[in-house]
């Protein structure tokens, strides 16, 4: 029987995919985890308890969340829900505006920032602008394209639906005339749209048959009667739908794909927003153009770069240009990995690299130039944590925390520590008594929208709390009756009485008692971590199937400012004592911990039949392991 030391200093690689077990030869298998859960890993390489939630506000039910910054200090979180939108600064509820998305479209929509506005899209919905006027009054309203020329008429986008062959002709060439096209083209939604013959444009005032239409003539005289195949309508309506993404891209606002047009990119006019105008082509004027590939892109999302980056249901493309002018465009498709049609995920830029969803489900990319090759490439970042991906719905980064969060349709929240200086994207899988349904970073803090038993919440990550949908409560003299819990009705709750973890107790009549009586109290929902190492490697010449009968002995974790911890090494979970709690009043809270522990392990272990050891609490008190050594004792 021979003896050996396992090390492992650092857990930066991550929770494992389990089907990596036999991967004992890579480097990643030497520095991850069987799992993690409900902990973050440090940028040092240790791992910590998860920050706890704090309780923000009720939504009125499940939406998004989306950050809007209009200022110093004027960070707004923008709750999207059943028609209408909760605006919400320093965690207090400013302006409630009604919307025109439905709580399925929500999942949709997207949005750019133009200075005091919000400018939002949904391929089914008139595009609209949320402005701020003040801290509690905000607007909302269709967007209105500029009017160029005289008469004026409107510079919005037009496009060619019909097949090229198909005619128009005109009755006369002003005033109220009568369309009638070749083949059907008119629907009912066409009422009070555009269209445009050999450059003049015809409000449509009344559609009588899918082939005749009547209209107002708005630049007369029209220089063709027709029959001419030289016309096009508007590209936005609701006949042919609308945009389906909105950004903001060398002074010109960009939109990108619609309903009936998924795969046009249009770019306004440089300095005039709203002018889709392609005039004659100058340098600052408009520009129009449609991706083409062979399997039929439809455009998801854009996203400003060094170069206008445009994430499509097939593939990735950059638009390049210095500057952007309708001459010197260039397109080009970097990758083909593709983006869900089924919903939003909005890609993020994190140190210069865009993170985005794959229409696969099951992975999230990393689009990034790469000097060497001159081009972009698509790592993929959960290639070592397949599992933990299951169809993302939503997504940002925590800079503070450096921790990408993606929101999964199963309810989970999946974390990445990313340091990409240190070569670092550690997952982990945060779990809560609900169902994770948006995350969004404003002004420096993250808020998620979760659904719990007693309704959806806004809750903001808190590193000093150790609970979920949290509150902290004070009282002028010790009281053993707290209120103000409404939203945790009926749950049991974990409780810390100042300072001191108090047995737990059911919510009732939106109160709960305690007890002994306190000044402070914090409440919320428990939630239990887990850090479990990968199964032992002890003979690395043999195979995976032929890992040696092995005890360990001893298990020494180095922990930091660690307040509680629950371990087992072979004989169950147990709470170990980390130091002796004193007897005055002020002393009962514990003191954080911070060294070697040693403890003493049970029982043999084969493989991955069990693990040498295993961290699995629910105190809500910090817990953060640095390394961990383990003695074992081999038959040899």
């Not at 940002?396 to 990313?418: E, P, T, V």
């Not at 002393?587 to 084969?606: H, I, K, N, V, Y």
Request: proline share 6%.
């Amino acid at each position: 029987m021979t003896q050996a030391f396992l090390t492992q200093t650092d857990f930066t690689a991550g929770e494992l995919d389990p089907r990596m077990l036999g991967r004992t030869d890579l480097r990643s298998y030497q520095s991850g985890a069987a799992k993690l859960r409900n902990v973050v890993v440090e940028v040092t390489g240790g791992v910590r308890r998860r920050p706890g939630t704090a309780y923000v506000a009720n939504a009125t039910g499940p939406g998004r969340l989306v950050a809007m910054e209009t200022g110093s200090d004027q960070a707004y979180l923008l709750a999207f829900s059943h028609f209408q939108v909760k605006i919400f600064r320093s965690g207090l509820l400013r302006a409630t505006v009604a919307t025109p998305w439905n709580e399925a479209q929500v999942a949709q929509i997207t949005w750019a920032q133009r200075s005091q506005s919000l400018l939002v899209t949904h391929p089914d919905v008139h595009p609209q602008q949320l402005t701020r006027a003040s801290d509690t009054i905000w607007t909302i309203g269709p967007w209105q394209f500029a009017e160029i020329g005289s008469p004026a008429v409107t510079s919005e986008p037009f496009a060619r639906f019909a097949d090229p062959d198909v005619t128009i002709q005109s009755t006369a060439t002003s005033g109220t005339v009568t369309l009638t096209t070749s083949a059907p083209v008119f629907v009912a939604e066409h009422l009070g749209g555009i269209v445009r013959i050999a450059g003049h444009q015809i409000q449509l005032t009344n559609i009588q048959t899918a082939t005749q239409a009547v209209g107002l003539v708005l630049q007369d005289p029209l220089s063709e009667l027709g029959p001419t195949t030289d016309w096009d309508e508007l590209a936005f309506s609701d006949a042919h739908g609308w945009p389906v993404s909105v950004s903001f891209h060398q002074d010109r606002m960009v939109i990108g794909g619609s309903r009936d047009l998924p795969n046009g990119l249009w770019l306004s006019k440089t300095g005039n927003h709203f002018n889709f105008d392609l005039g004659e082509g100058l340098d600052d004027e408009a520009i129009a153009f449609r991706l083409v590939a062979n399997d039929d892109p439809a455009i998801r999302s854009l996203m400003p770069d060094r170069q206008l980056q445009v994430f499509t249901s097939v593939g990735e493309w950059v638009v390049s240009g210095e500057p952007l002018t309708p001459t010197n465009i260039q397109v080009q498709q970097q990758s083909r990995i593709g983006s869900p049609r089924d919903r939003q995920v909005p890609p993020r830029d994190v140190d210069g690299a865009t993170l985005f969803a794959a229409r696969s489900g099951r992975e999230i990319r990393e689009f990034l130039f790469v000097d060497t090759e001159q081009a972009y490439q698509a790592a993929d970042l959960a290639l070592l944590a397949r599992h933990l991906v299951q169809d993302p719905i939503d997504q940002d980064f925590d800079q503070a925390r450096r921790l990408f969060l993606i929101a999964m349709a199963d309810g989970s929240l999946a974390s990445i520590a990313i340091y990409r200086i240190a070569d670092v994207a550690a997952w982990s899988r945060q779990e809560t008594d609900g169902s994770f349904l948006s995350v969004a970073t404003a002004g420096g803090q993250t808020f998620m929208l979760v659904e719990r038993a007693n309704g959806v919440f806004i809750e903001q990550l808190d590193d000093s709390l150790m609970v979920d949908s949290g509150l902290r409560l004070s009282a002028p003299q010790p009281a053993l009756g707290w209120d103000g819990l409404d939203h945790l009705e009926g749950q049991t709750v974990a409780l810390i009485a100042d300072g001191l973890v108090v047995e737990q107790a059911a919510v009732t009549g939106g109160q709960v008692t305690l007890q002994h009586a306190a000044r402070e109290l914090t409440v919320g929902l428990p939630f239990a971590h887990v850090v479990e190492p990968l199964p032992a490697v002890l003979a690395p010449g043999r195979g995976v199937g032929q890992a040696p009968l092995y005890r360990p002995v001893r298990i020494t974790l180095r922990l930091f400012e660690t307040q509680s911890l629950r371990i087992d090494t072979g004989d169950g979970l147990r709470e170990v004592a980390l130091h002796t709690v004193g007897d005055g009043p002020k002393d009962r809270e514990p003191s954080p911990f911070t060294g070697d522990l040693s403890l003493r392990a049970l029982g043999w272990r084969r493989g991955a039949e069990r693990p040498p050891w295993r961290i699995e609490q629910a105190t809500p008190l910090p817990c953060a392991l640095l390394s961990a050594t383990t003695e074992v004792k081999v038959n040899s």
